[in-house]
């Protein structure tokens, strides 16, 4: 079992940045291959970002290239979304993924980018 908590989320006006943490607990972190989702009401979760735990690769969503960047700290058993020039369609409730034999998901963050 994997147990994750996230933080960091709020509000926040159009161009402004958050930074997202997703705590893990329960498994050995470092093996776990972890992600970002997100889901507003009414619509599917989309894909935010992925960091693969073996090498560090990382993978965006189209529409947050360029302004969020995914990171871990192992040492923490913490990966983080750093979150940069937010627009209004970017406010959702964030979930954090990991993987291993199975996937694990967080309660959520909400983030409101005001315009």
């Known amino acids: 079992q994997v147990q994750l908590v996230e933080s960091g989320g709020g509000l926040v006006q159009a161009g402004g940045s958050l930074r997202l943490s997703c705590a893990a607990s329960g498994r050995t972190f470092s093996r776990l291959d972890m992600g970002w989702y997100r889901q507003t009401q009414g619509k599917e979760r989309e894909f935010v970002a992925y960091i693969r735990w073996s090498d560090g690769f990382t993978i965006y969503g189209d529409s947050v290239k360029g302004r969020f960047t995914i990171s871990r700290d192992n040492a923490k058993n913490t990966v983080y979304l750093q979150m940069n020039n937010l627009k209004p369609e970017d406010t959702a409730i964030y979930f954090c993924?990991?993987?291993?034999?199975?996937?694990?998901w967080g309660q959520g963050t909400q983030v409101t980018v005001s315009s």
């Open positions: 993924n990991a993987r291993a034999v199975s996937t694990y």
